[in-house]
T-cell receptor, first 115, second 112 residues
Framework: KAGVTQTPRYLIKTRGQQVTLSCSPI?????VSWYQQTPGQGLQFLFE???????NKGNFPGRFSGRQFSNSRSEMNVSTLELGDSALYLC??????????????FGPGTRLLVL | GQSLEQPSEVTAVEGAIVQINCTYQ??????LSWYQQHDGGAPTFLSY????GLEETGRFSSFLSRSDSYGYLLLQELQMKDSASYFC?????????????FGTGTKLQVIP
């Protein structure tokens, strides 16, 4: 079974631009979560989607948004990029419908550099 | 809010046992998870504790005490490949939503 895939793997943008990242979960998984990882702040939870609905979210500004499609694929969008948005963005999928399902499978991440 | 504390670095000898502690503060606790991340790689799920006690998975075990807001990850028969960062993460409630908060990670170095 293929793992979680994320595209693109690397991205360079300039301040003020917007970016869309994509995540394809493991086949059959219905929950997708997004995380931001930086050396200074560590791993931070962005949001979680299940069956096309945002089920949970972290404490990020409204510039960060996401969505999930009927095939469980998810996209994350960051508008008006700031230098501090440079990070590794990780997507994780999990199979169950229970919000507390913690067996998350992470993708390789998208490394975003904002200049 | 939610916060977690874990040691920043631990060094242990190959073949030995090491324990990585994690204390947390959260509202509406759901569970404590542990992840392993090698340099340049993605986190890998290791274990999840929702109830008090010890969970064992091969060489790795995880313990939770909800009354003490404390957990630990125990790695036995350490191997060189266990050198990595280990994160604890708690799922709790924040602003009406469930939220997962990660600790800052413990960098484990296994030496011969």
């Amino acid at each position: 079974k293929a793992g979680v895939t994320q595209t693109p793997r690397y991205l360079i943008k300039t301040r003020g631009q917007q970016v869309t990242l994509s995540c394809s979960p493991i086949s059959g998984h219905r929950s997708v979560s997004w995380y931001q990882q930086t050396p200074g702040q560590g791993l931070q939870f962005l949001f979680e989607y299940f069956s096309e609905t945002q089920r949970n979210k972290g404490n990020f500004p409204g510039r960060f948004s996401g969505r999930q499609f009927s095939n469980s694929r998810s996209e994350m969008n960051v508008s008006t990029l700031e230098l501090g948005d440079s990070a590794l963005y990780l997507c994780a999928s999990s199979p169950g419908s229970q919000a507390v399902q913690e067996t998350q499978y992470f993708g390789p991440g998208t490394r975003l550099l904002v200049l | 809010g939610q916060s977690l504390e874990q040691p920043s670095e631990v060094t242990a000898v190959e073949g030995a046992i090491v324990q990585i502690n994690c204390t947390y503060q959260t509202s509406g606790f759901y569970g404590l998870s542990w992840y392993q991340q090698h340099d340049g790689g993605a986190p890998t799920f290791l274990s999840y504790n929702a109830l008090d006690g010890l969970e064992e998975t091969g060489r790795f075990s995880s313990f939770l005490s909800r009354s003490d807001s404390y957990g630990y990850l125990l790695l036995q028969e350490l191997q060189m490949k266990d050198s990595a960062s280990y994160f604890c993460a708690v799922r709790g409630l924040s602003g009406g939503y469930q939220k997962v908060t990660f600790g800052t990670g413990t960098k484990l170095q296994v030496i011969p």
